[in-house]
């Protein structure tokens, strides 16, 4: 992700030059800085300038007030709250045990919040949400959406209605502590982190627990979910099928094996739909970029007795 600040919509005019980015960056590191130092209300232009060690007049340039600082602060903070989610919402990280899965977002979000910007942005938004320009509900949805998501790859057979409920509840309980969080000293902040982890994993559990005790279409213990259950489930098509049925014989394919299964097809095709397949959570890449594995996703590896099934 590019977090310059040529991105920002929020200036008065766009820095061309680096000398002209890098005092933006520096006005904008300032601001953060003595916004959490004295409070976005009692911050001045002044005191921002020269915390950057800029003249006034130069922050004007780029800045026509306060707000607009302020503004370009949150829509930064936007851009890398996207960045954070893009990386750790993907099947690999679904396929993950429950508690590594939650101790990373957790963590992460941990890390990212002890900068001056991000806090400063998400406490203010707490306070007056109604200063922001940017954040809004669309974007909460936006977040819950993804996540809940990233639920149902881990059980495919949570609805879209109760993935989202899930996700909200998940995503309503960490903004509530993390607010106390960023308004306590270290200790107690990460005292607070760590009961997050251990309250959402024993939250999600149930639903998406590694012990994959599912109500239906999900594989309990001794069990197998039926081949084309898995088919319909994952709308996968007749070439895919074809995949599927081999990588649960097998444990997994490569793509000269897919050539082998669909001879007619091109390889950029077959390509493709074996992507497909990894970003839907059945398949798992392993090795070189020229001598992938597609490993079955272990959870599927009890599947191997429904393998004659077309």
């Keep these: 992700m590019n977090t310059s600040s040529s ?159 899930l996700a909200e509840v998940c995503l309503q309980c960490y903004n509530s502590l993390l607010l106390v969080a960023l308004r306590s000293h270290y200790t107690h902040r990460q005292q607070l982190y760590e009961e997050m982890r251990e309250l959402l994993v024993a939250y999600l559990r149930p639903y998406v627990g590694d012990e994959v005790l599912h109500d239906e279409g999900q594989p309990r213990d001794g069990e197998s979910l039926p081949y084309d259950v898995l088919c319909e489930q994952y709308q996968l098509s007749q070439r895919q099928c074809q995949a599927l049925m081999f990588a649960i014989a097998q444990g997994g394919l490569t793509i000269q094996n897919f050539e082998e299964i669909c001879p007619e097809t091109s390889r950029r095709t077959l390509q493709r739909e074996l992507r497909e397949m990894v970003e839907k959570g059945l398949l798992r890449p392993e090795g070189k970029t020229n001598r992938l594995f597609y490993r079955l996703n272990p959870l599927w590896n009890k599947l191997a007795t429904s393998s004659d099934k077309t």
Excluded at 57 to 64: D, K, V
Excluded at 69 to 86: D, N, T
């Design 7 to 165: 991105n920002t919509t929020s200036l008065r005019r766009q820095p061309k030059q680096k000398r002209s980015q890098q005092r933006v960056e520096r006005i904008l590191e300032a601001a953060a800085e003595v916004f959490a130092s004295v409070g976005y209300e009692a911050a001045t232009t002044h005191a921002i300038a020269a915390r950057a060690g800029t003249a006034i007049g130069s922050l004007y340039q780029f800045f026509p007030d306060k707000l607009a600082i302020f503004h370009a602060l949150e829509e930064r903070h936007m851009e890398q709250v996207r960045a954070i989610h893009a990386k750790l919402m993907t099947p690999q990280m679904a396929q993950q045990p429950l508690e590594s899965m939650v101790q990373q977002i957790v963590e992460t979000f941990a890390v990212y919040f002890e900068h001056p910007g991000p806090k400063v942005v998400y406490i203010q938004y707490c306070v007056a949400p109604e200063m922001f320009k940017y954040f809004d509900e669309t974007f909460n949805q936006s977040l819950i959406q993804e996540f809940a998501t990233q639920l149902r790859l881990r059980n495919p057979t949570l609805s879209k209605e109760k993935s989202e409920l």
